[in-house]
């Protein structure tokens, strides 16, 4: 994943006309995580089956959902800016139905519907198969919520639809929840319980993506290397299991052995993976299997491991050395990105200097880094004091982005002058006789198109220049 949680980033409208046309019109627009894009690719495919082609036009829409993130401040303002922005569309429409789903939805539950007057519709992740249910009830002039957490719903069984893309990249979820309890997220209180997919249907949908010619595939998973399939429900419950369940039991190892058996041509990518749960199994079978890119997202949170204490977090400084070791030695060409949180309750200046030693020590590809804001309901908010001052919060972070840009550019300097096979996604967004693409590593490259080729093909290009965020290349 290029990364867990994208802040205050307003989601891509993911929007694709179905082949069969409905009488009714849906947009769907989507924040936050890959996990909520992948969801909004189920959501389009239930409410295709009730009527509904989804549309890239607001203005002809019946139905609006915004599949939100409620994993910082910012991304939450982010919705409800763009909630007021239908003001005019609904005095001109009385009949439209706008909906909220997701992670802010979960968070804010009925008190979403008291002070956003123009929603009628609240959903929660685990609660999308009853969407038709609750349509009928806002036709019925009534608001409509469902925000109730299964320990079981997987939608293992929904084939998506593919919204919007490139058709050559695509997300197949695997599990869904998280148990870690980390006193800074929401995740657990807004999607519930962890529990894994049934492999079988993993695999399906990935047969599937081959057969309509998708050239990659991403694994998500709030922790992904923490997937245990016994037959079903939470991975709380293993204990519980009979000796013949655990016997047979596919962990994440497993899984992606299979996967990457499967699809000998297509890549696999996965996200995002916990330090505390990735096993040197994973790491093998990434060496195993060429198709298997080799980059791991792998948030660290602090360098500090008192401040790893105060955020639950289920490693230590040292343990995550350990892991960077590993990864370094049994897939030595593997990249790795992190999350980074400057400013955490109690953080003193010492435990800063610890994040920064640690970022130098992993030698990091690129990072996602934020400042910390208190999230309502999470065990930092309840038991804990925001008491690191914003200034200090600000320069902190930013000497982590300064040094993370600097530890990019070296680290993107080392694929100069090497040829890389890249997976062309589509046209440079700065120049229209560029193609971009990504190596197994997950940067960036442009590099001139040729007649000959097209988005989805796997090309040699060799890197001959770069900034810290993209390589420069020609094609070979």
């Given amino acids: 994943m290029e990364k867990e949680i994208i802040e205050g980033r307003q989601g891509e409208v993911l929007l694709r006309q179905s082949a069969n046309q409905n009488s009714k019109k849906l947009f769907l627009e989507s924040y936050g995580c890959q996990m909520n894009f992948s969801d909004s690719e189920i959501v389009a495919s239930i409410l295709q089956q009730e009527?509904?082609?989804t549309t890239n036009q607001l203005e002809e829409a019946d139905l609006i959902l915004l599949n939100t993130c409620s994993i910082r401040e910012k991304a939450e303002q982010t919705v409800r800016k763009r909630l007021s922005q239908f003001n005019s569309l609904k005095k001109r429409n009385p009949k439209l139905t706008i909906g909220v789903l997701g992670c802010m939805a979960e968070r804010l539950k009925t008190k979403f519907l008291?002070?956003?007057?123009?929603?009628?519709?609240?959903v929660g992740p685990d609660a999308y198969r009853d969407l038709p249910n609750l349509l009928q009830?806002?036709?019925?002039?009534?608001?409509?919520?469902?925000?109730?957490l299964s320990k079981e719903e997987t939608y293992a069984d929904i084939s998506p639809v593919r919204l919007g893309g490139n058709g050559v990249t695509a997300f197949v979820t695997i599990t869904r929840g998280c148990d870690n309890m980390c006193?800074?997220?929401?995740?657990?209180?807004?999607r519930g319980r962890e529990r894994s997919r049934d492999p079988h249907s993993i695999l399906k949908e990935c047969e599937e993506l081959a057969r309509n010619n998708y050239k990659e595939i991403t694994l998500l998973g709030q922790n992904i290397d923490s997937y245990l399939w016994y037959g079903g429900g939470p991975k709380k419950d293993f204990n519980k299991a009979s000796e013949l369940q655990k016997a047979t039991a596919i962990n994440f190892a497993k899984l992606l052995d299979l996967v990457a058996s499967s699809n000998p041509k297509i890549r696999i990518r996965f996200s995002t993976s916990n330090p505390q749960d990735m096993s040197e199994d994973v790491l093998h079978i990434m060496a195993k299997h060429k198709n298997i890119c080799k980059y791991i997202h792998l948030p660290v949170q602090s360098g500090s491991t008192t401040v790893l204490q105060r955020m639950n977090r289920q490693h230590t400084r040292e343990e995550y050395i350990e892991l960077v070791d590993k990864i370094r030695k049994i897939v030595p060409e593997c990249a790795i990105s992190h999350d980074m949180i400057a400013g955490f309750c109690g953080e003193t200046e010492e435990e800063h200097k610890e994040t920064l030693s640690l970022m130098e020590y992993a030698n990091y590809d690129f990072g996602y880094m934020f400042s910390y804001s208190e999230r309502p309901g999470t065990p930092a908010h309840k038991k804990m004091t925001d008491d690191v001052p914003l200034e200090t919060k600000k320069r902190r972070l930013a000497e982590i982005i300064e040094l993370q840009q600097k530890l990019s550019l070296q680290r993107m300097k080392t694929y100069v002058g090497k040829s890389h096979e890249v997976l062309i996604e589509?046209?440079?967004k700065k120049?229209?006789?560029q193609w971009y693409g990504r190596i197994s590593q997950n940067a960036v490259v442009v590099f001139p198109k040729k007649d000959n080729t097209k988005i989805g093909d796997f090309v040699k290009v060799k890197a001959i220049q770069c900034t810290s965020a993209t390589l420069i290349g020609e094609q070979e």
């Fill in 137 to 148: 009830d806002t036709d019925d002039g009534r608001n409509a919520i469902n925000v109730l």
């Fill in 183 to 190: 006193t800074f997220c929401v995740v657990p209180f807004t």
């Fill in 114 to 122: 008291d002070e956003e007057h123009l929603v009628d519709l609240v």
């Fill in 426 to 428: 589509g046209t440079s």
């Fill in 431 to 433: 120049r229209e006789d």
């Fill in 51 to 53: 009527g509904y082609d």
